[in-house]
């Protein structure tokens, strides 16, 4: 069984992440290993490569980051847990179209955990609670290796979202796992999704300091 490496990073710039994501998939050969990012950005929204400005309503002060993976536009911000899968489609034996079935199943899984019931769509990547957003997903491949990932919703300020048409769909409503759990915690809500994913892949899990991407300043504050 393939292992994947777990690197809890904590509060980062989105920048200097999406940086390393890069560096890594670039630097990376047949025997680079296949890992797993875990991450809260500070407020920012993100514009992927078919972006169109009209989805950007009222950004005001939070950053716009014009980014390469695919997709429109979304916000990350405290509360919000941002998973980077960076792994080697090819060794996994995996498409693209498979690796995105098996995030939003992972979500699906773990929101049942809790009693909440969720769909993908076909149509629109991504988790929904009775038809609101509570997960997005944007990836990017290159060279046979994925980065990007996944975004959920856990206890964050969604206003937000209210200032672009999230993931270029005007009206979408979207929601998060406290409003329809309860208060949470963070870490039990990234073990447990980090642990159907790992089910979902057919990897096993490791643990580990961050090492590589230890040049990535924290963020204070969050």
């Not at 994947?4 to 992440?17: E, I, W």
């Not at 950005?41 to 992927?48: K, W």
Request: glycine letters at 10%; hydrophobic letters at 45%; proline letters at 7%.
């Amino acid at each position: 069984m393939l292992t994947l490496t777990v690197r809890r990073l904590g509060a980062r710039d989105y920048q200097p992440v999406w940086n390393a994501m890069q560096g890594y998939t670039d630097r990376r050969d047949a025997d680079s290993a296949d890992e797993l990012w875990l991450v809260e950005h500070p407020p920012v929204f993100t514009v992927g490569l078919n972006g169109k400005p009209e989805h950007l309503l009222a950004p005001g002060a939070i950053p716009v980051v014009q980014i390469d993976r695919g997709g429109q536009v979304t916000y990350h911000g405290p509360g919000q847990l941002v998973v980077y899968p960076l792994l080697d489609l090819r060794r996994l034996k995996l498409g693209v179209r498979q690796l995105v079935t098996s995030l939003e199943q992972a979500v699906i899984d773990l929101l049942a955990d809790y009693g909440i019931a969720a769909v993908g769509r076909r149509d629109a990547p991504g988790v929904y609670v009775d038809g609101a957003k509570i997960a997005a997903l944007g990836l990017r491949v290159r060279r046979g290796c994925c980065y990007h990932g996944l975004s959920l919703n856990v206890a964050m300020d969604l206003q937000p979202f209210a200032r672009i048409n999230p993931c270029g769909y005007p009206d979408l409503r979207v929601t998060q796992l406290s409003a329809l759990a309860g208060p949470v915690e963070m870490a039990a809500v990234a073990r447990g999704l980090i642990a159907h994913l790992a089910r979902g892949l057919g990897v096993t899990l490791r643990a580990a300091e961050v090492t590589e991407p230890a040049a990535i300043p924290h963020t204070a504050g969050l």
